[in-house]
C-alpha cells in the first residue's frame, strides 16, 4: 500500500508548489551530517535573511491574507513562504536576532491603565506602528535522499510572538507563546529528490504578553534535528529522585517513538553517575520494550546509596533494536 505524507494529503487536489522552479545550490544552505554519523543528528540554523512585512496592508505582506482563502489552497498562503520566491534583497541576519531593538522610540497607544508602550521598551511596534511588527525569516536546507524515512523536525527555543512557520509554502507548526520553546515536526513536506528547501517563518510582534521590553522575531537558537524512526523525542524523559532514609530512591520515565511503518522491539538502556568527591560510579538499567508505529513509554526506579557530599546525578539514554 502506498504511504501518503502530510503533505501529499492536504496537496492532492493542488499543484505542488515549486516544481517549475530553478533548482540552484544556496550557499547559506546548511546540510545535514551524514546518516553514519550517529542515529540522532543536529544542526543548528543561524545564517538566515529577513525582511519586514505588515500586519495591515496584505501587498506589504508579501500576500499574506490577501484574501478569505489564505490557508484554501495547501503551500500558497504568501509569497514569501514558496520555495522558489527570491529573497536576494532580504537582509542577512544571524539568529538569535531581534528587529525590535533597531527600531526608533516612539509613545505607544493611550489607553486606560497603559503604559503607552513601556513592554517593548517604547519602540515604534504593536498595533499603532503595523509596518514594523511583522517579520519574515527564511533560510534553505539541504536535504538528500539519504535523509527519507527519518524522523526531521525543528526546534525552537524562543519566537517572538506569534509564529508560522512553513516549509516548502506548506504551513507546518504555529506557536502563539513567545515564551514557550517548541518543536516543528517536517519531514511529510520536504523534498528528497535534490529540490529546494526552505524554511520561513512569519512573526506577528503586534501584541506583547510582558510590562518589560520583549523584542521581536527569532530571538533565540532554532536547531535541525534527524533522528532514527525509533528514538526519543523531545522531552521524552523526565527524572525524579526520592529521599530515603537509606539512600534516594530515582524515578525515571522515557518515551520511545517510533515514526516508522513498521513495530520495532528495542532495549531501552538507561545509565546514572552518582558523583562523589573522589570518583563517579557508574548505575545501569536496561529494559525492553516494543514501539508499535506510535509512542510508548516505559518507567523504571531503583534505589541508589545517598553520599554525604554528592554533587549531581545525571541520567544519559541509549536506543537499540534488540
Known amino acids: 500500500m502506498t504511504d501518503f505524507t502530510r503533505r501529499e494529503m492536504i496537496g492532492a487536489s493542488a499543484l505542488a508548489v515549486g516544481v517549475a522552479a530553478t533548482i540552484t545550490t544556496d550557499a547559506r544552505a546548511q546540510a545535514l551530517p551524514s546518516p553514519d554519523a550517529s542515529p540522532r543528528r543536529r544542526v543548528r540554523l543561524e545564517h538566515w535573511r529577513f525582511h519586514l512585512g505588515h500586519a495591515a496592508d496584505p501587498a506589504r505582506d508579501f500576500g499574506f491574507g490577501r484574501d478569505q482563502r489564505t490557508f484554501a489552497k495547501a503551500g500558497d498562503s504568501a509569497l514569501a513562504a514558496r520555495s522558489d520566491f527570491d529573497d536576494s534583497k532580504w537582509s542577512d541576519i544571524q539568529v538569535p536576532h531581534d528587529w525590535a531593538v533597531a527600531l526608533p522610540f516612539a509613545q505607544g497607544p493611550i489607553a486606560r491603565d497603559s503604559d503607552r508602550g513601556a513592554a517593548h521598551g517604547f519602540k515604534a511596534i504593536g498595533r499603532d506602528f503595523p509596518e514594523n511588527s511583522i517579520g519574515w525569516y527564511r533560510i534553505p536546507i539541504e536535504i538528500t535522499g539519504a535523509d527519507k524515512g527519518r524522523s526531521i523536525w525543528l526546534e525552537f527555543d524562543g519566537v517572538f510572538r506569534d509564529c508560522l512557520i512553513f516549509v516548502n509554502g506548506y504551513v507546518a507548526g504555529r506557536n502563539e507563546s513567545g515564551?514557550?520553546?517548541?518543536?516543528?515536526?517536517?519531514?511529510?513536506?520536504?523534498?528528497?529528490?535534490?529540490?529546494?528547501?526552505?524554511?520561513?517563518?512569519?512573526?506577528?510582534?503586534?501584541?506583547?504578553?510582558?510590562?518589560?521590553?520583549?523584542?521581536?522575531?527569532?530571538?533565540?537558537?532554532?536547531?535541525?534535528?534527524?533522528?532514527?524512526?525509533?528514538?526519543?523525542?523531545?522531552?521524552?524523559?523526565?527524572?525524579?529522585?526520592?529521599?530515603?532514609?537509606?539512600?534516594?530512591?530515582?524515578?525515571?520515565?522515557?518515551?520511545?517513538?517510533?515514526?516508522?511503518?513498521?513495530?520495532?522491539?528495542?532495549?531501552?538502556?538507561?545509565?546514572?553517575?552518582?558523583?562523589?568527591?573522589?570518583?563517579?560510579?557508574?548505575?545501569?538499567?536496561?529494559?525492553?520494550?516494543?514501539?508499535?508505529?506510535?509512542?510508548?513509554?516505559r518507567k523504571c526506579s531503583f534505589l541508589g546509596r545517598s553520599y554525604g557530599r554528592s554533587k549531581s546525578r545525571t541520567s544519559i539514554l541509549f536506543i537499540r533494536r534488540s
Open 179 to 297: 515564551y514557550a520553546p517548541f518543536r516543528v515536526e517536517i519531514d511529510d513536506f520536504l523534498n528528497y529528490d535534490g529540490k529546494p528547501n526552505v524554511i520561513t517563518v512569519r512573526s506577528d510582534a503586534s501584541l506583547g504578553e510582558g510590562w518589560f521590553y520583549e523584542g521581536a522575531g527569532i530571538y533565540r537558537h532554532v536547531d535541525l534535528v534527524s533522528a532514527d524512526p525509533v528514538h526519543i523525542p523531545q522531552w521524552g524523559t523526565f527524572v525524579r529522585s526520592e529521599l530515603r532514609t537509606n539512600g534516594a530512591l530515582i524515578h525515571t520515565q522515557t518515551e520511545v517513538f517510533n515514526s516508522g511503518p513498521v513495530p520495532a522491539s528495542v532495549v531501552l538502556r538507561s545509565r546514572f553517575w552518582v558523583v562523589r568527591p573522589t570518583q563517579r560510579s557508574p548505575i545501569r538499567r536496561s529494559s525492553s520494550l516494543r514501539a508499535n508505529g506510535a509512542s510508548s513509554r
